[in-house]
T-cell receptor, first 117, second 109 residues
Framework: GAVVSQHPSRVICKSGTSVKIECRSL??????MFWYRQFPKQSLMLMAT?????????EQGVEKDKFLINHASLTLSTLTVTSAHPEDSSFYIC?????????????FGNGTRLTVT | GIQVEQSPPDLILQEGANSTLRCNFS?????LQWFHQNPWGQLINLFYIPSGTKQNGRLSATTVATERYSLLYISSSQTTDSGVYFC???????????FGKGTKLTVNP
């Protein structure tokens, strides 16, 4: 149980275009999802916390107009990288909590490797 | 939020050796997880261990919450154990899971 599916796994796009990444909880409802970013050989950095039915909370330094997050249902959150530039190339990973308990593990998707040319 | 420090940053072992990875955190945690990131970037959830000890095959983990650290033990290491090991904690009144910088493990045949 507690499977998080992320799609696509890889995407290559041209500068100036937008890319949407989907994160789905397959067998549970996730009121809260988290989006992380990982540069090569570095750790995972939290970008934003996504709550179903409300606006996402962004970490300091993350541009909310560039990284649009929508959490329209209890099983789906999307991250849209708008007007992508080469510096947005990175590995993006989503995660979700499997139950409403605050003290429960996070389950992670397999990540999306974005390359902007 | 809390800060998470991992040590050592790099570790090279011969196949069959044992190892201990450490994770220190700056505040009390109510969630601590250990992950193994494979070469394709997938995060494999190893343990959810806010306190106590757990074992899964050749891997085990211990968290001493009162002293704010956790240890991951790998016994009889195999080349397939290579990769980056992350610990991540949540606490200090925040719901955010904060990652350490990871330990890169290389197991040579």
């Amino acid at each position: 149980g507690a499977v998080v599916s992320q799609h696509p796994s890889r995407v290559i796009c041209k500068s100036g275009t937008s890319v949407k990444i989907e994160c789905r909880s397959l067998d549970f409802q996730a009121t809260t999802m988290f989006w992380y970013r990982q540069f090569p050989k570095q750790s995972l950095m939290l970008m934003a916390t996504s709550n179903e039915g409300s606006k996402a909370t962004y970490e300091q330094g993350v541009e909310k107009d560039k990284f649009l997050i929508n959490h329209a249902s209890l099983t789906l959150s999307t991250l849209t990288v708008t007007s992508a530039h080469p510096e947005d190339s990175s590995f993006y990973i989503c995660s979700a909590r499997g139950d409403l308990s605050y003290n429960s593990p996070l389950h992670f998707g397999n990540g999306t490797r974005l390359t902007v040319t | 939020g809390i800060q998470v420090e991992q040590s050592p940053p790099d570790l090279i072992l011969q196949e069959g050796a044992n190892s201990t990875l450490r994770c220190n955190f700056s505040d009390s945690v109510n969630n601590l997880q250990w992950f193994h990131q494979n070469p394709w970037g997938q995060l494999i959830n190893l343990f959810y261990i806010p306190s106590g000890t757990k074992q899964n095959g050749r891997l085990s983990a211990t968290t001493v919450a009162t002293e704010r650290y956790s240890l991951l033990y790998i016994s009889s290491s195999q080349t397939t154990d290579s990769g980056v090991y992350f610990c991540a904690g949540r606490g200090g009144g925040s719901e955010k899971l904060v990652f350490g910088k990871g330990t890169k493990l290389t197991v040579n045949p």
